[in-house]
């Protein structure tokens, strides 16, 4: 079974700044399979990233994510006070079909 | 509008039993599979269950192989869940969500989720 350890827990910066999210798989993964998701407190999750580097409809273009094989990275490339939440990597594959992460937090410094 | 709704959420004795319903509406139901995804209070994103567009094809999560089923009624615009032998670490939100599209790759993404409905198992 893949585990995908996300890293750091917590990420703790301010609006304006750059941030940087990683998404570390056990065994290699398609990048067609690996999305991202953003979810606010007391919200569902929110696509962010299909195919670990194609913008979901209406995402703006300061996220951008990259990787392939193992290694994944979500970039937002200047923050919003609204881009502070809690972000998942997700990966399709088999047995079990779906798995997450278990989130970045992404916190106001 | 593209959404989903679920509902059937709520507190029931371990050991007991719970339908989810989730209803579609804004997009052609039949043609997507779908997906139920749980999250305990203060915890990640769990995948529980997904069924393919006719329901001839399910997966499950190990953890609730055995007790849970997924079903859907496309007639209905509605997916399903029958929770049975509920545990104490079946508390949780359960969202269902969209897969992508039919192509593997369009399905690996999840990209519409419905608000959630909590189900609570006491002990």
């Known amino acids: 079974e893949i585990v995908l350890t996300q890293s750091p827990g917590t990420l703790s910066l301010f609006p304006g700044q750059r941030a940087t999210l990683s998404c570390r798989a056990s065994?290699?993964?398609?990048?067609?399979?690996l999305a991202w998701y953003q979810q606010k407190r007391g919200q569902a999750p929110r696509l962010l990233i299909y195919?670990?580097?194609s913008r979901a409809t209406g995402i703006p273009n300061r996220f951008i994510g990259r990787g392939s094989g193992t290694d994944f990275t979500l970039t937002i490339s200047r923050l919003e006070p609204e881009d502070f939440a809690v972000y998942y990597c997700?990966?399709?594959?088999?047995?079990?079909?779906?798995?997450f992460g278990q989130g970045t937090k992404l916190e106001i410094k | 509008e593209v959404q989903l709704v679920e509902s059937g959420g709520g507190l029931v004795q371990s050991g007991g039993s719970l339908r989810l319903s989730c209803a579609a509406s804004?997009?052609?139901?039949?043609?997507?599979?779908m997906n139920w995804v749980r999250q305990a209070p203060g915890k990640g994103l769990v995948w529980v269950s997904r069924?393919?567009?006719?329901?001839?094809?399910?997966s499950y999560a190990d953890s609730v192989k055995g007790r849970f089923t997924i079903s859907r009624d496309n007639a209905k615009n509605t997916l399903y869940v029958q929770m049975n032998g509920l545990r104490a670490e079946d508390t949780a939100m359960y969202y269902c969500?969209?897969?992508?599209?039919?192509?593997?790759?369009?399905?690996?993404?999840?990209?519409?989720w419905g608000q959630g409905t909590m189900v609570t198992v006491s002990s």
């Open positions: 969500a969209r897969g992508r599209g039919l192509d593997p790759a369009l399905r690996a993404a999840f990209d519409i």
């Open positions: 804004g997009f052609t139901f039949s043609t997507y599979w």
């Open positions: 069924i393919n567009t006719d329901g001839s094809s399910t």
């Open positions: 065994q290699s993964v398609s990048s067609s399979y």
């Open positions: 195919g670990a580097s």
């Open positions: 997700q990966q399709y594959g088999s047995s079990p079909e779906y798995i």
